[in-house]
């Protein structure tokens, strides 16, 4: 069993939709849960991440963490094209090294 | 402020063929990473660096050597190129969880 499970997608939506991307873990230990968003043939950037359980909110992104079922979550409301890329989750049990990485979901958000 | 700059680019190698990748931010970040990102494997870290002087093996670090020039710079020497090797790679550096940055990549294919 992978550390972080991933669907590959893609996932294709309508502007304008809520989208909902997921990620299990198998590591209780993970504390930091980090979402990234990678353009393609872009590097990976930090769009946002939890400590421990619990929803954080930015703009139209919210990430949600449940540990107890170990299931992590991105939700983004009002999607654009723009938001069209691959977006990867990765769990740590720091906050700044050793990540665990899963596969990404590619997103098309269509006009 | 250039952020994370790798260089080269892209590179074509033929097996045994030896390369070095660079890597420089000028973020005065003490952590920093090289990953190497296959299709359906995600991104997997090669090698770690804390700060200046110390290294530490990631997830995939056979064939490959590091070294941390100084605070800027963090290197990444293949030796004897393998098809195996055939990647896109990325450094990344981290100050704070929040600041977290990745360069643009580097697509070596190697024959």
């Keep these: 069993q992978k550390e972080v499970e991933q669907d590959p997608g ?30 393609s043939r872009k590097g990976p950037e930090l769009l946002m991440y939890t400590y421990s359980s619990g929803n ?7 990430a949600q963490v449940d540990k107890s ?6 939700f983004i409301r009002d999607s654009q094209p723009s938001d069209s890329a691959t977006y990867l989750c990765a769990p740590s049990t720091s906050g ?6 899963g596969t990404g979901t590619r997103l098309k958000v269509l006009a | 402020n250039a952020g994370v700059t790798q260089t080269p680019k892209f590179q074509v190698l033929k097996t045994g063929q030896s390369m070095t990748l660079q890597c420089a931010q000028d973020m005065n970040h003490n952590s920093m990473y090289w990953y190497r990102q296959d ?16 290294t530490d093996k990631g997830e995939v670090p056979n064939g490959y050597n590091v070294s941390r020039l100084n605070k800027r710079e963090f ?9 195996s090797q055939t990647s896109v790679y990325f450094c990344a550096s981290t100050g704070t969880v929040e600041t977290q940055y990745f360069g643009p990549g580097t697509r070596l294919l190697v024959l």
Excluded: H
């Design chain 1, 69 to 74: 079922s170990k299931y992590i979550s991105l």
């Design chain 1, 96 to 101: 700044t090294y050793k990540y665990i990485f």
């Design chain 2, 75 to 83: 290197s990444l020497r293949l030796e004897s190129a393998a098809p």
């Design chain 2, 39 to 54: 299709p359906g494997m995600g991104l997997r870290l090669i090698y770690y660096s804390a700060s200046e002087g110390t």
């Design chain 1, 10 to 39: 893609p996932l294709s939506v309508p502007e304008g939709a809520i989208v909902s991307l997921n990620c299990t873990y198998s590591n209780s230990a993970f504390q930091y849960f980090m979402w990234y968003r990678q353009y």
């Design chain 1, 56 to 62: 954080k909110e930015d703009g139209r992104f919210t």
